[in-house]
Nanobody, 125 residues
Framework: QVQLEESGGGLVQAGGSLRLSCVASGRANSDYTMGWFRQGPGKEREFVAA?????????DYAGSVKGRFTISRDNTRNTVYLQMNSLKPEDTAVYYC?????????????????WGQGTQVTVSS
């Protein structure tokens, strides 16, 4: 089983930046997808970004964060990052790191079997 641990959340003013980190441990298939999801207050959990771990590091983003957020990975440290710039109050949410046992880009929530505990991001206006 893969274990995931997020960190880096906090309180930031609108227009500011944060970088989230997710460290993965345990066993998984040789190729997989790492993703970030978020759930704001009173909202459904939604896809934010994903990256193929070994297969070229292809990425995908939700339209709401495209151009502002960047997902990346450090294979040596087994860590995935989410760099968040130009933050808006509507970005306020609990952000979750997740992993899917599929090397091709996965963006559907049900395809992710492993989840972190989440880290709170609050953007003030």
């Amino acid at each position: 089983q893969v274990q995931l641990e997020e960190s880096g959340g906090g309180l930031v003013q609108a227009g500011g930046s944060l970088r989230l980190s997710c460290v993965a441990s345990g066993r998984a298939n040789s190729d997989y997808t790492m993703g970030w999801f978020r759930q704001g207050p009173g909202k459904e959990r939604e896809f934010v970004a994903a990256i193929s771990w070994w297969s070229g590091g292809s990425t995908d983003y939700a339209g709401s964060v495209k151009g502002r957020f960047t997902i990346s990975r450090d294979n040596t440290r087994n860590t995935v990052y989410l760099q968040m710039n130009s933050l808006k109050p509507e970005d306020t949410a609990v952000y979750y790191c997740a992993a899917a046992d599929n090397g091709h880009l996965v963006v559907t929530i049900t395809d992710y079997a492993y989840w972190g505990q989440g880290t709170q991001v609050t953007v003030s206006s």
